[in-house]
């Protein structure tokens, strides 16, 4: 159990990225397309550095959007592995807001992303070795 939980420290993922103009919808605020978009990226890698298999998403669950990030601001996605399954494993993704021109910084989004490890035949195989 202590691999796993080391597993899971040494394979959190932060990425960061600003929000611009070519990323926002009509109220000048990030896409929620986009955002799904970020975390699927950031929880993608993260899945990746834990098992070091090939993984795919197969299902997302609970994404709470708690408050719109405007254009201008700088976003940071922190994917941590939250539970490990024979073959899956479930990957939080929490997104941090801030203004480019401050220090105010506050979570608006968390989601969960479910990856399962495949083989070459593209069929589940055990997520850890």
């Known amino acids: ?4 939980e080391l597993r899971k420290d ?6 960061f990225k600003a929000v611009f103009p070519n990323t926002t919808n009509h109220y000048d605020t990030l896409f929620g397309g986009t955002t799904l978009h970020m975390m699927d990226e950031a929880s ?3 899945a990746t550095r834990f098992s070091r298999k090939k993984v795919v998403t197969v299902s997302t669950d609970k ?27 479930v ?3 929490d997104m941090f807001m801030e203004d480019m021109y401050s220090s105010n910084r506050e979570k608006v989004v968390t989601g969960y992303f479910t990856f399962v490890a495949i083989g070459e035949d593209k069929n589940p195989v055990p997520i850890l070795d």
């Open 10 to 15: 040494e394979s959190e993922t932060r990425i």
């Open 91 to 93: 990957v939080k993704v």
């Open 44 to 46: 993608f890698i993260c």
């Open 63 to 89: 994404i709470d959007f708690t408050k719109p990030i405007p254009q201008g601001s700088i976003v940071e996605l922190v994917a941590r592995v939250n539970k490990v399954g024979r073959s899956s494993c």
């Open 1 to 4: 159990m202590q691999d796993v």
